[in-house]
């Protein structure tokens, strides 16, 4: 299947600061990807859909000034935490939709842990 | 998207068939049904869809009841690698928006 990598797969920060999530699908071209969080124990929750060219689409209750999101290519797409506090910490997996076939599956990234000290 | 239940967990015997069920009828005729499993701290990985035939890959085989209100996923020979949570999930068309993920069945493969 399709190939989707996040980057980094774990990062330790400290509160106030920001951190960025990249999102890249490596053998073919997304013009949608999704970013999903996910906390301990619990299903993963849609945050927010990165369109290529446009601005991004928040599910409701999503800080959108909090969860910057650029899609500024067809095979990368980042979100950036912004002022990030302990409450952020958490399990942030991208997904595009895609790959040769283009038969519709979504495919999704390694995840990238968070967390906030 | 239409909703689906599962039952949040189930075992399964090392070797054995893993059989796992879902509900979904509220689906309507144009919603495909996704299988996805979740490894811990992994991301989701894809399993199998279907419409309303019954499908077979190489990783597991789906039955889709003749009116498509429910489905079963079917691990034919489990290991302990397939332990995981394993997602159900409806959705439209493909092509059309992403995935809403549920709750999941945690399977646990026993030696």
């Known amino acids: 299947g399709a190939v989707v990598s996040q980057h980094p797969s774990w990062v330790i920060c400290k509160s106030g600061t920001s951190v960025k999530i990249e999102c890249r699908s490596l053998?073919?071209?997304?013009?949608?990807m999704f970013w999903y969080r996910q906390f301990p124990k619990q299903s993963l929750m849609l945050m927010a859909t990165s369109n290529e060219g446009s601005k991004a689409t928040y599910e409701q209750g999503v800080e959108k000034d909090k969860f910057l999101i650029n899609h500024a290519s067809l095979t990368l797409s980042t979100l950036t935490v912004t002022s990030a506090h302990p409450e952020d910490s958490s399990f942030y997996i991208c997904?595009?939709?895609?790959?040769?076939?283009?038969?519709?599956?979504?495919?999704f990234g390694e995840g990238s842990r968070l967390t906030v000290l | 998207d239409a909703k689906t239940t599962q039952p949040p967990s189930m075992d399964c015997a090392e070797g054995r068939a893993a059989n796992l069920p879902c509900n979904h009828s509220t689906i309507s005729g144009n919603e495909y049904v996704y299988w996805y499993r979740q490894i811990h701290s992994q991301g989701p990985q894809y399993i199998i869809h279907?419409?309303?035939n019954n499908e077979t890959n190489e990783m597991a085989s789906l039955i889709i009841t003749e009116d498509r209100k429910s489905s079963t996923l079917i691990l034919p020979h489990a290991t302990l690698r397939d332990t995981a949570v394993y997602y159900c999930?409806?959705?439209?068309?493909?092509?059309?928006?992403?995935?809403?993920f549920g709750t999941g069945t945690r399977l646990t493969v026993i030696p």
């Open positions: 999930i409806v959705r439209g068309p493909a092509g059309a928006n992403n995935l809403f």
């Open positions: 053998d073919f071209q997304a013009t949608t």
């Open positions: 279907g419409l309303k």
């Open positions: 997904s595009a939709r895609g790959g040769k076939w283009n038969t519709g599956e979504l495919f």
